[in-house]
């Protein structure tokens, strides 16, 4: 067999699992890379009539942002350009308020654990501090979320795709603040209800496999909210108060609050956010839907917990996964016609 030309760091400085398949990747890239260049020039030729045409610009999107276009489309298509314009402060007037020891110390301590195994964080201090200056700024200006574990791998994510501090700020700060309201604030009450629209939706969408996981037994958590430490415990707490199905919830939380950043590989996470930027947060259920879709004999064979959390772990792996492109073809094959009023009505259903 040839050897693969690719390197066991991607190119966003990530290490591959030791399982990785090069010879499917080779395959998958051989093609892909034709595909970014073709994408590139259409952007180019039609940059200026992309914007004035919605139905356009979101078939562009859908097919994938220029990756040195990223950053100015994400700001433009989310609303952050605007955010920012018609901000009273500037990101580095907001920067200089940073004075909370309590949240400047968890955020510090998180740093370290963000992407330890990426080589830009690892052999680059800038973004660290990069990294800290985007939350630490929008924990101080966001006094309602404050610091949430969860963000620092989306800003981490941001910082990766744009380079720019304040760009990631602004995005962060759209993110939370407009596209997943409520769903970093102490209650959570917005990923809450989010789960529960999932969970109705795979039941719509898939009804065998949403019994088949209601199905398996959750130990009992037995766990003090007194003792809570970070946000995944704190989640299953309030999951267990409001009794909100524990499998689905332990299996597809981190989908809702890291916005699939280490679920999925990195270059399928950003072509998810292309969409998420301009079309909402209903790509987030696009997305739960087809990786349930495509994973459903997997999660039908999982008799017990730990089986089935392996099974949501392991779906980074999966070639269709990984093959982004084709990946966000499936997206919007598998999870029909979904649209922002059926999503509203089931939060109105499901609102806490």
Same mark, same amino acid.
């Given at each position: 067999m040839a050897k693969s030309s690719y390197s066991k760091v991607d190119e966003y400085g990530f290490e591959r699992p030791e399982n990785f398949n090069y010879e499917s990747y080779d395959a998958f890239m051989s093609e892909y890379m034709g595909i970014l260049t073709r994408r590139a020039q259409r952007w180019n030729a039609l940059e200026r009539g992309i914007f004035k045409s919605p139905s356009i610009l979101? @078939?562009?999107?859908?097919? #994938?942002? =220029?990756?040195d276009r990223r950053r100015d489309v994400w700001m433009r298509i989310s609303g952050a350009d605007n955010m920012k +314009?018609?901000? =009273?402060? !500037?990101?580095?007037?907001?920067?200089?308020?940073?004075?909370?020891?309590?949240?400047?110390?968890?955020?510090k301590i998180d740093l370290p654990r963000t992407f330890p195994d990426n080589i830009f964080f690892i052999s680059n201090e800038t973004l660290p501090d990069m990294l800290f #200056?985007? /939350?630490?700024?929008?924990?101080? +200006?966001n006094?309602?979320? #404050?610091?949430?574990? #969860? /963000?620092?791998y989306i800003a981490g994510l941001l910082l990766l795709a744009t380079k720019d501090e304040e760009t990631s700020f602004? $995005? $962060?700060?759209?993110?939370? *603040?407009?596209?997943?309201?409520?769903?970093?604030?102490? !209650?959570? !009450?917005?990923?809450?209800? *989010? &789960?529960?629209? &999932?969970?109705? $939706?795979?039941y719509k969408y898939e009804p065998v496999v949403s019994r088949h996981i209601k199905a398996i037994e959750v130990p009992s958590l037995g766990v003090s909210k007194d003792l809570l430490t970070d946000t995944l415990e704190t989640i299953s707490y309030w999951l267990i108060l409001f009794d909100i199905g524990m499998p689905w919830a332990m299996g597809t939380t981190k989908w809702f609050i890291c916005i699939f950043a280490?679920? /999925?590989? !990195?270059?399928? %996470?950003? @072509?998810?956010? *292309?969409?998420?930027f301009y079309e909402g947060s209903k790509v987030i259920f696009r997305v739960a839907i087809a990786l349930i879709r495509l994973h459903k004999q997997d999660i039908l064979k999982a008799?017990?917990?730990?089986?089935l959390m392996m099974c949501f772990k392991v779906m980074r792996n999966n070639e269709a996964v990984i093959d982004c492109?084709?990946?966000?073809? *499936? %997206?919007?094959?598998?999870?029909?016609?979904l649209s922002k009023n059926s999503i509203q009505k089931l939060r109105e259903k499901y609102k806490k």
């Open positions: 979101k @078939r562009f999107i859908r097919k #994938g942002i =220029p990756i +314009q018609n901000s =009273p402060y !500037t990101y580095a007037y907001m920067k200089k308020q940073i004075h909370n020891k309590s949240i400047i110390e968890t955020i #200056g985007v /939350l630490a700024t929008f924990a101080h +200006q006094k309602e979320v #404050g610091y949430c574990q #969860g /963000l620092n602004w $995005l $962060l700060k759209t993110i939370v *603040d407009q596209i997943l309201p409520q769903y970093y604030i102490s !209650t959570m !009450t917005g990923l809450l209800t *989010d &789960l529960d629209v &999932l969970d109705d $939706l795979i280490e679920v /999925l590989p !990195t270059e399928t %996470v950003y @072509r998810i956010w *292309d969409c998420l008799r017990e917990l730990g089986e492109h084709q990946f966000m073809k *499936d %997206v919007f094959k598998l999870s029909g016609n």
